[in-house]
């Protein structure tokens, strides 16, 4: 079963809100691929190469720091709970 924030964590939604957030916030994607600890092709390739497939957590988490968004719209799941 396939829900609306599973969809939203897909790799290529992932890139797209990615991409967005960069383009709104006017940031470049070889700083941002700095502050993080990364090379300055990191995010480049990431968002138009698809590689890696998805961030790391350590990358995914410091991005959501500094773009101050819930790391879920960066791919993370949301946490397992019990029925």
């Known amino acids: ?3 609306k ?3 939203s964590a897909e790799p290529d939604n992932v890139r797209a809100t990615l991409a967005d957030l ?3 916030r006017g940031e470049s994607l070889g700083a941002l691929s700095r502050m993080i600890g990364r090379n300055d092709a990191y ?3 990431f968002i138009r190469r698809g590689t890696p497939r ?3 957590e350590d990358a995914r988490l410091k991005l959501a720091k500094v773009l101050k968004v ?3 719209l960066l791919g993370a799941r949301d ?3 019990p029925e």
């Open 43 to 45: 995010l480049q390739q």
């Open 1 to 3: 079963m396939q829900n």
């Open 22 to 24: 960069i383009n709104q």
């Open 5 to 7: 924030e599973a969809t």
């Open 54 to 56: 998805r961030l790391d």
């Open 79 to 81: 946490p397992w709970q």
């Open 70 to 72: 819930d790391e879920r």
